[in-house]
């Protein structure tokens, strides 16, 4: 039974931190894993956890940190510890995304207690075998049809997350998304690069963030997590609906096809233009049936998943580039080539993105290529 506590007003305001910043095993402790111990120390509710077992289950880009922790009476049971701490970070958020996803057949974490106030929460564990280490190992073992049966589950559970009743979360609206096109210049091209656009360059740039957003914001609107990739999505054991899904916690209402280019068209993994194609049809077939709100003609719905695709990795550029030089994190930097392909590669299909795809040349230096275009 999660506790029951009252929710202060405060705002959510993500921030990053160094990795450096995560507690290690032998590492003094901060405040914070102090505050973390006496929580569960004191915790009501018949929860008996050995907070001597407390240890780094995973880190993201955040204030955000995740301990696991074993019970005493099972010690083979383990929970995991949530430690957002206010002002930077809010858990109401994240309690009202999972009581929305696990309502529409989502399989997200139990919130088994929470203290809003201090920005704690205990939830059930759902193990650490990622998507993403799953697919590496069928993929290196030319499985397949592990791949292929791994992510028809992740199509299924996001259909299900599709339809949970989304009009209570925040819009992704206009100025969140050109908030985040503008990361592009800003860490990529200027602070990543070094790199100084022109007059024109910058009068070019806008008026394709001009095109993508009034193809985004036509587009039908359900619920959207944000960040539905393979880091995000867990291979859950002993039978349960796989994928388990976490980090919903920035969740909005927005454009139906972002989801499906988080997890198609992923940072972490790439698959051939053909399985995307593929797995985009399977999605787009359940997603009619379960009355999903997506266009009735593939060929439109393809377009409107690409456009939103080159929106997310304009702004995943921007990102990435943001944590290296402004929070220290190194290891994202390796996955810019990618990303980086994913949005040359729909620039160079459709003249109006012409002039970025230009732009990409010369950053890069390039020799301009011809391409098909529509």
Excluded at 161 to 182: C, I, K, N, T
Excluded at 211 to 236: F, G, K, S, W
Excluded at 364 to 370: C, D, F, S
Aim: negative net charge.
């Amino acid at each position: 039974m999660p506790l029951k506590t009252s929710l202060p007003p405060s705002s959510h305001a993500c921030a990053t931190i160094p990795e450096a910043a995560v507690a290690t095993p032998g590492a003094p402790e901060d405040a914070r894993m102090k505050s973390v111990r006496a929580w569960l120390d004191g915790m009501p509710g018949g929860f008996a956890l050995d907070a001597s077992t407390l240890h780094p289950a995973s880190s993201d880009a955040s204030f955000r940190r995740y301990f696991r922790v074993a019970e005493v009476r099972a010690p083979g049971r383990t929970f995991i510890v949530m430690d957002a701490p206010p002002p930077q970070e809010d858990v109401r958020p994240f309690v009202h995304a999972a009581g929305l996803f696990r309502a529409a057949g989502v399989s997200t974490p139990d919130i088994l207690a929470q203290d809003p106030m201090h920005g704690f929460l205990l939830l059930t564990d759902l193990g650490d075998t990622t998507y993403l280490g799953a697919l590496e190992q069928a993929r290196a073992a030319g499985d397949a049809a592990a791949c292929d049966r791994l992510m028809r589950d992740a199509l299924q559970a996001l259909v299900r997350l599709q339809g949970a009743v989304g009009a209570s979360l925040p819009s992704y609206d206009e100025p969140r998304l050109r908030a985040e096109l503008d990361l592009f210049p800003t860490w990529y091209v200027q602070r990543h690069l070094g790199a100084v656009l022109s007059t024109s360059e910058q009068v070019a740039l806008a008026k394709v963030s001009d095109a993508l957003l009034a193809n985004i914001l036509a587009q039908p609107a359900v619920p959207v997590h944000r960040d539905y990739h393979t880091r995000n999505l867990m291979v859950l054991p002993g039978g349960q609906s796989n994928p388990g899904v976490l980090d919903f916690q920035d969740a909005v209402f927005g454009a139906v096809t972002y989801d499906l280019v988080s997890l198609l068209r992923d940072a972490y993994i790439d698959w051939s233009e053909e399985q995307q194609l593929d797995w985009a049809i399977r999605y787009w077939e359940q997603a009619r049936v379960a009355g999903i709100p997506v266009r009735p003609d593939f060929a439109e719905f393809y377009l409107d998943f690409e456009w939103m695709g080159l929106q997310r990795q304009l702004k995943v550029l921007g990102i990435f580039a943001r944590l290296f030089h402004r929070d220290g994190k190194g290891q994202y930097l390796r996955e810019l080539p990618r990303v980086l392909g994913y949005a040359r590669a729909v620039a160079g299909r459709y003249s109006v993105f012409t002039p970025l795809l230009r732009l990409f040349d010369r950053l890069q230096g390039v020799a301009p290529t011809a391409a098909y275009t529509f």
